[in-house]
Every structure is written in structure tokens, then in C-alpha cells.
Nanobody
Framework: QVQLVESGGGLVQAGGSLRLSCAAS????????MGWYRQAPGKERELVAT???????NSADSVTGRITISRDNAKNTVNLQMNSLKPEDTAVYYC??????????WGQGTQVTVSS
């Protein structure tokens, strides 16, 4: 089972930047994909970005061009650099990992609040 711990959320003004980090631990061989999802109040959880084990990325249209996702396979970490933040980016951000048995794991979430 994979345990995911996020860090780096907080309060930032519109136009600012934040970097989220997530570290995976537990009993697993390797993670197929790692990524970030977010959930705003009253809305469903949605994709932000994912990255697979060879570095291919996928991101939501709403954040493309403003975010960079990266991972360190040796350390089992994934980072999300977010720039030009907007109030609509306000949400709880969840780290996500999928192992090679397609088991999905979630972190506890970290709050990102962007003030206008």
C-alpha cells in the first residue's frame, strides 16, 4: 500500500506562485503514474496534471501553460509548480499515485487559496 504526504499549500495572491510536493512511501515496487487532482467547494474532484514513469505528462486545459509537474523516481516524489495563480485555482489539492497493479492511492490533501 502506498502512503502519500503532500506539502506546500497555502494562501497566495492572484498572480503568485506555489509549489506543491508529494512523497510516496510504503510497500510498492514502482509507481506507474503520479499526479495532482483538486476539489473546490461544491465541485467534483478534477484532474490537474499527471506524470508517468518515463516523464510523459498530461494536464487540464485550465492549468496548461501555468503549471509544471515533475517527479523523481528514485525518491518517489512528485512536485507541482503553479504560476500565475487565479482565484479559481482555489481548492484542496490531492496527490495521486497509481501502481503497476492499477491500485490508486490518495494523499490527505493540501489547501491552496488564491486571493483576488
Amino acid at each position: 500500500q502506498v502512503q502519500l504526504v503532500e506539502s506546500g499549500g497555502g494562501l497566495v495572491q492572484a498572480g503568485g506562485s506555489l509549489r506543491l510536493s508529494c512523497a510516496a512511501s510504503g510497500r510498492f515496487f514502482r509507481l506507474k503514474t503520479m499526479g495532482w487532482y483538486r476539489q473546490a467547494p461544491g465541485k467534483e474532484r478534477e484532474l490537474v496534471a499527471t506524470i508517468n514513469s518515463v516523464g510523459s505528462t498530461n494536464s487540464a486545459d485550465s492549468v496548461t501553460g501555468r503549471i509544471t509537474i515533475s517527479r523523481d523516481n528514485a525518491k518517489n516524489t512528485v512536485n507541482l509548480q503553479m504560476n500565475s495563480l487565479k482565484p479559481e485555482d482555489t481548492a484542496v489539492y490531492y496527490c495521486n499515485a497509481v501502481d503497476w497493479a492499477s491500485v490508486v492511492s490518495w494523499g490527505q490533501g493540501t489547501q491552496v487559496t488564491v486571493s483576488s
